[in-house]
């Protein structure tokens, strides 16, 4: 399982013009985290996504992520 997930890891790098707001894009970075996350390691996921989603439109944008950081890590992350 893990050389697939490889193999798809290595496919992307070779994409540099890739549109990164294309649903191909999405799904191809939604198989390779299925493929890389036990069920315990993707339902925290899940978990600290819905924290960070504060506008629950199913993105988190820059504000929400530097946010979330600090929730979830009590930390300061600055965006350079």
Same mark, same amino acid.
């Given at each position: 399982?893990? @050389?697939? #997930?490889?193999?798809?890891?290595? #496919?992307?790098?070779?994409?540099?013009?890739?549109?990164?707001?294309? @649903?191909?894009?999405? #799904?191809?970075?939604?198989?390779? /985290?299925?493929?890389? &996350?036990?069920?315990?390691?993707?339902?925290?996921?899940?978990? &600290?996504?819905?924290?960070?989603?504060?506008?629950?439109? +199913?993105?988190? +944008?820059?504000?929400?992520?530097?946010? +979330?950081?600090? @929730?979830?890590? /009590?930390?300061?992350?600055?965006?350079?």
């Amino acid at each position: 399982m893990e @050389k697939y #997930a490889q193999s798809m890891l290595d #496919a992307l790098k070779n994409y540099e013009d890739v549109d990164k707001n294309s @649903k191909l894009f999405e #799904a191809t970075l939604a198989i390779i /985290g299925s493929k890389l &996350l036990n069920s315990t390691e993707k339902a925290t996921m899940h978990h &600290l996504f819905k924290i960070m989603d504060e506008s629950f439109d +199913g993105k988190i +944008g820059e504000e929400e992520l530097v946010r +979330g950081y600090y @929730k979830v890590l /009590g930390d300061e992350l600055t965006i350079e």
